[in-house]
């Protein structure tokens, strides 16, 4: 059961994803899939065991009763995109795009979509409960349709943003060996951007560096060429869903860019997690803008935008979602284009980041725990805020929307359970550094509190 999380099943190759269990989970799905249709849309990203885990997972599609649209090697926005589109007359009802994302070269896993809807949280889990007592489903006749969804997705991003063709702005970027390079090479080449890239080249045992933007280490070789050769640059994950973006000036994380596109909206309406900085919730609704705090993960924001009717939606570790003008999904080769397009606009992006009240954020900081104590620790540190120490800074309110987010006088601390490893994340935030760690010091002895009281 541990390979099904709450927003996809991942596990290691062979170890925990086999033949017997990847035969099983097509057909399961296909059952969860038969009320929309029977043509599903799969496609795999560049690590080695990616073709392996395909051909198990349709041939039990097949048994299931679905046809496959295969994909080859794309993109997870790829995937995405195939939900909204027709191929000789054949329109998908679902989509499956096999990935590790950023995790090592050992790992593998899925990400689901069922009638342009995540498929996650509980549907996931109980998949695995029913899996777990299935027979591995007998094999039938092989029903793979090959089609070429790369290129319609790169045909659409051209045309979308042929108004950019030859704009001078020097970019360059960093792939990762993930599968980005795939399209974003073709795009900047059609549109005759003055662009460079380094680990193009779909690699799934990532030789140059961990393809996660998010860490500031992997990103020493793109600020390099940046700063030799760029005006802007732009870093992905390993299945491009995730974006990294650098001038000369600014690491942009997520919250500052989704600002920064906001900035082209009339009166948007903006989901953030509960990571993102309070100046961005702040700054929009100053703008007149709709923000919305939300839960941490691409499918409960995807779900809460399709909810609202919201048009852009982000979290700090650079997923960036876009309704306005496309389709309301994660997609970091959409995001480079959105943010070339602030610049082919005239928008300064450092000038307009200085605007912006100066506050002192950590990283995401891991506090390691176990699987089972997360959420325990998470329910006994909000009690124990109920009535916290004496010297404890003064709380003005807790937002427990994911985890518990503390606000004080002067800024705010998250803690929350991730729902993919075991650890707490935290994050903090002030307008003064030494109240930020005022803060940070206060909640941590919270937490070792917690897991003292736990353990008695």
């Known amino acids: 059961m541990s390979i099904y999380r709450e927003?996809?099943?991942?596990?290691?190759f062979e170890k925990e994803l086999n033949e017997a269990t990847i035969t099983r989970l097509g057909e399961a799905l296909a059952q969860e899939i038969k009320p929309f249709g029977n043509v599903v849309a799969v496609g795999y990203d560049a690590r080695s065991h990616s073709p392996i885990l395909f051909e198990y997972l349709s041939a039990g599609l097949n048994a299931g009763g679905m046809s496959v649209l295969g994909m080859g090697m794309v993109l997870t926005p790829v995937n995405y995109f195939c939900n909204y589109q027709s191929f000789d007359g054949i329109t998908p009802c679902a989509s499956v795009m096999i990935t590790g994302s950023h995790n090592p070269s050992e790992y593998n896993g899925f990400k689901i979509t069922i009638n342009k809807t995540p498929f996650f949280g509980e549907s996931i889990y109980a998949l695995g409960r029913k899996i777990a007592s299935m027979p591995t489903p007998l094999k039938c006749e092989r029903n793979v349709i090959e089609i070429d969804a790369l290129s319609r997705y790169k045909e659409y991003m051209i045309s979308a943003f042929s108004h950019l063709r030859g704009m001078k702005e020097r970019i360059v970027y960093d792939c990762g060996n993930g599968v980005a390079g795939l399209a974003i090479e073709d795009i900047?080449?059609?549109?005759?951007?003055n662009a460079k890239g380094i680990y193009v080249d779909p690699d799934?045992?990532?030789?140059?560096?961990?393809p996660d933007p998010s860490e500031e280490h992997n990103l020493e070789d793109i600020k390099k060429l940046l700063e030799e050769e760029g005006d802007i640059a732009f870093a992905y994950d390993g299945d491009?869903?995730?974006i990294a973006v650098l001038t000369h000036k600014n690491n942009i994380k997520g919250d500052i860019m989704a600002l920064l596109y906001a900035l082209k909206m009339d009166k948007p309406t903006v989901i953030g997690e509960v990571k993102c900085s309070q100046v961005m919730y702040d700054t929009l609704r100053e703008r007149g803008a709709t923000a919305v705090m939300y839960k941490t993960g691409h499918s409960n924001l995807k779900v809460k935008m399709k909810e609202l009717g919201a048009d852009l939606a982000c979290e700090v570790s650079g997923h960036v979602?876009?309704?306005d003008r496309y389709f309301g999904y994660d997609d970091a080769i959409y995001a480079t284009l959105r943010m070339l397009e602030l610049l082919w606009q005239g928008t300064d992006l450092d000038a307009e980041i200085a605007k912006l009240p100066q506050v002192f954020s950590t990283e995401e900081i891991k506090v390691a725990t176990t699987e089972s104590e997360k959420f325990l620790l998470i329910d006994k540190l909000k009690e124990l805020l109920k009535n916290p120490p004496a010297d404890f800074p003064a709380i003005r309110e807790i937002i427990q929307v994911d985890g518990v987010r503390v606000i004080f006088d002067k800024g705010w601390g998250l803690v929350r359970a991730s729902n993919t490893t075991p650890v707490l994340v935290t994050r903090f935030e002030s307008t003064d550094q030494n109240e930020a760690l005022r803060y940070e010091k206060a909640l941590n002895a919270l937490i070792v509190e917690a897991q003292n009281q736990l353990k008695a």
């Not at 927003?7 to 290691?12: A, K, L, N, Q, T």
């Not at 900047?188 to 951007?193: A, I, N, P, V, W």
């Open 321 to 323: 979602f876009f309704a």
């Open 204 to 210: 799934g045992t990532f030789p140059n560096h961990h």
């Open 7 to 12: 927003y996809d099943i991942r596990g290691i």
């Open 188 to 193: 900047f080449r059609e549109l005759g951007l």
């Open 240 to 242: 491009a869903d995730r």
